[in-house]
């Protein structure tokens, strides 16, 4: 019979987390109704500028990143310029960036559970600060050897 109650409490609690108790109490109100309260997150606009202006350093820098990689096949010694290694880190920060802001509006969208889209959303910036890091790291000791 103890174990029954745990089972029910651990229910209720992961309820809780999700936020799914809170939209049964309302649950007489239409969706309209609960949706005009809600407002705007206040954040999608620059959200928005942000993933664009990314995708076009993205799409300008790409063109970079092949002549690039067709100079290393051909010379290995282009590879030790200053201006290779910034444009290379450049280059990925960008890309991590915009895949950070596109996962985390999937993220958004489609997980309900409070609890675990900010579990999601914290270890998507870890993962994202730290392969950033270790490339960056990378790219600078392969490219001063």
């Given at each position: 019979m103890d174990s029954?109650?745990?089972l029910i409490y651990l229910d209720w609690f992961?309820?809780?987390l999700c936020g799914i108790e809170e939209g049964m109490k309302n649950s007489m109100k239409s969706y309209l109704a609960k949706a005009k309260g809600?407002?705007?997150a206040g954040y999608g606009s620059g959200h928005w500028l942000y993933q664009r202006l990314t995708g076009l350093f993205l799409a300008l820098s790409t063109i970079w990143?092949?002549?690039f990689v067709h100079d290393i096949v051909a010379s290995p010694g282009l590879s030790s310029i200053l201006s290779n290694i910034v444009m290379l880190s450049l280059f990925m920060i960008a890309?991590?960036?915009h895949s950070y802001l596109g996962m985390q509006v999937i993220i958004e969208?489609?997980?309900h559970c409070r609890a675990i889209r900010l579990g999601l959303i914290i270890?998507?910036?870890f993962f994202s600060?730290?392969?950033v890091t270790a490339f960056i790291v990378a790219v600078i000791y392969i490219m001063t050897l």
């Open positions: 029954g109650y745990r992961i309820l809780d809600a407002g705007s990143l092949i002549i890309a991590f960036y969208d489609y997980i270890f998507l910036q600060i730290i392969t």
